[in-house]
């Protein structure tokens, strides 16, 4: 039980370390500003840009209005080369620990609801 835990924490903190060093890379392509260059496509669809807030409902479809609740919604509901993007929140449990990422994916936080 110990080590479960312990790994899960290995990972939580792998996962927040991937998003960090994905926010720098972004940052630092170039000093583009990302937000023309990124073509939104829906939920699912490759390059896709896909939104999880812990504190939303379980109903959402991922967009930036409707959010998913976990982090395995979006890694089930992004598609290939998609951006996850964590807003504000504190992501544990099942949903969110211990994900096994099947596809390429960039994940990344938001700093005040700001990707």
């Given at each position: ?11 939580l903190?792998?996962?927040?370390f ?19 260059d ?15 807030d ?19 919604e ?8 998609s951006?996850?993007i964590?807003?504000?929140?504190v ?25």
């Amino acid at each position: 039980m110990v080590f479960l835990i312990f790994n899960n924490k290995i990972i939580l903190a792998f996962l927040i370390f991937l998003a960090l060093v994905s926010s720098m890379a972004i940052v630092s392509a170039g000093g583009n500003n990302l937000t023309g260059d990124v073509v939104l496509a829906d939920v699912g669809h490759d390059n896709s840009i896909v939104y999880v807030d812990s504190n939303a409902g379980s109903s959402g479809n991922g967009s930036e209005n409707s959010p998913f609740s976990s982090i395995s919604e979006a890694i089930s509901g992004a598609g290939n080369n998609s951006r996850i993007i964590l807003k504000d929140g504190v992501y544990k449990g099942v949903s969110n620990t211990g994900l096994n990422v099947d596809k390429n994916l960039i994940i990344e936080s938001a700093s005040n609801g700001v990707p």
